[in-house]
């Protein structure tokens, strides 16, 4: 199946994000101006459309000022007229653009993709937060605030909390919010309850293993896995066949497992062993076997490697951009919404590969393709034509990430600020590993 995209008339020529546009449309960004009401009222040389897609463009660029990024957009346009603003330009344009067309059209670009990950037939999606760093100015430190340190010293950059709900396998953003580093992720948690629906299994760590939010997690009708602490007092109400056992949260029946976890090191024979207490919604032992809630818990994982993307591989470990908190807002959901773009091409590539999942697809590969596709305009320059998976997708498929090993690696700063070895006696090898799990009787 082939489409055609063509790229748009006069002053909005800029405005696309090369082969993405396929997926944040000029109709999703006009629709979110039209809603915030951010349209603009006459025909200037940076319309808000366009405005939006430099956004957008910034987070595949993160590592160069808005003007480099303007000279990519319009880098395949050439012998076309297109406008050459200044920064002054650029950054009244911004303002003038303001958050809400941002965050309207992370709201239509949001959600689980095709091929998201179910397992007997829920949705497995995972909840977390990190956090970003900011430029270091009064107005982000005031908005945002810091690590505390010593009283009479600033410690560090500024620095915003990001919490999200990621669909497993996909990766793709169901939501998101952030704000003050200062608010707790427990207490940003309830703002994302709201994207949470039937036929949907939440996997969270010890953190959120919080009363109140298992009873709203619950009131939403979704399902629940998170691990807790292993020394939380859940007295039995009924104890189950395979060692799993009812208890009580809040208002909340929950099922608790108690799992030890065996970790052979490859031919050495060492061992290490963990415990896991699990609380889940998932009452019937028969139709959702305790083994493979352990197992299946492993993939709240995801949504680390989510966070690595966005932090890593598309701001390069860089704090962001903007100078004011307005800025800051932008540059977060534009960084979601590309992000989101691009989980969403990956996604759309396997879909028809039955034998290829999504995780096993590089994100690096797909996000040096899609700025390759930005600097030519390819996919939106008048005439041209494409097939539905596209460059992005051909070139993810044909690149694959090895088949994941199970190993065992010890959780030491990898690269630590020193470039001296650090201190201690830490085996710092990667070992592969054969896991078994064992559930114990409550």
């Avoid at 009401?37 to 910034?58: C, F, T």
């Avoid at 002054?88 to 059209?105: D, I, M």
């Avoid at 929950?254 to 415990?275: F, N, Y």
């Avoid at 896991?276 to 919604?281: A, H, V």
Wanted: proline content about 5%.
């Amino acid at each position: 199946m082939n489409r055609r995209a063509a790229v748009a008339a006069g002053v909005f020529a800029p405005g696309h994000l090369g082969e993405l546009t396929q997926i944040v449309s000029f109709d999703l960004v006009d629709a979110a101006l039209e809603t915030a009401r951010a349209m603009q009222q006459r025909v200037r040389a940076l319309p808000s459309r366009v405005v939006v897609y430099l956004l957008l463009a910034g987070a595949l660029f993160g590592e160069i000022g808005y003007r480099q990024v303007w000279a990519r957009l319009v880098s395949g346009m050439d012998p076309m007229p297109v406008a050459e603003p200044t920064s002054s330009a650029l950054s009244k344009a911004l303002r003038r653009v303001g958050v809400a067309p941002l965050r309207e059209l992370f709201d239509l670009v949001r959600g689980p993709a095709a091929d998201a990950a179910r397992w007997r037939g829920l949705l497995v999606c995972a909840i977390d937060g990190t956090s970003m760093f900011t430029p270091n100015s009064d107005t982000n430190s005031t908005a945002f605030g810091r690590q505390t340190g010593r009283a009479d010293a600033a410690a560090g950059y500024p620095m915003l909390r990001l919490l999200t709900v990621v669909a497993c396998g996909t990766r793709t953003v169901i939501d998101a919010v952030f704000g003050p580093y200062g608010i707790g992720e427990t207490t940003y948690a309830p703002r994302l309850l709201g994207c949470l629906k039937p036929g949907m299994l939440l996997l969270a760590d010890r953190n959120f293993a919080v009363t109140t939010l298992i009873e709203k997690i619950a009131e939403a009708k979704a399902e629940l896995l998170i691990r807790c602490k292993n020394g939380r007092a859940l007295l039995p109400i009924k104890h189950l066949p395979d060692g799993s056992w009812l208890a009580r949260v809040g208002t909340v029946t929950v099922r608790v497992i108690d799992a030890e976890i065996v970790v052979r090191l490859g031919e050495s024979g060492a061992r290490r062993t963990g415990r896991y207490r699990l609380i889940t919604t998932l009452t019937d032992d028969t139709h959702y076997p305790a083994q493979e809630l352990v197992s299946l818990y492993h993939r709240r994982w995801e949504i680390e490697t989510s966070y690595l993307e966005l932090k890593s591989t598309m701001l390069g470990g860089r704090e962001l951009r903007a100078r004011t908190p307005g800025g800051i807002t932008q540059e977060v959901y534009s960084l979601l919404i590309t992000y989101q773009a691009l989980r969403t091409a990956i996604a759309d590539a396997t879909l028809h590969h039955a034998d290829t999942e999504p995780d096993r697809m590089s994100f690096t590969v797909a996000l040096r393709t899609a700025r390759d596709q930005v600097v030519h305009a390819a996919a939106v320059i008048t005439d041209t034509t494409i097939d539905l998976v596209g460059r992005i997708g051909r070139a993810v498929l044909a690149n694959p990430l090895p088949a994941r090993r199970d190993r065992s690696c010890p959780r030491v700063v990898k690269r630590a600020i020193s470039k001296h070895r650090a201190k201690g006696d830490i085996d710092r090898t990667n070992y592969t590993t054969t896991i078994t799990v064992q559930i114990l009787d409550g």
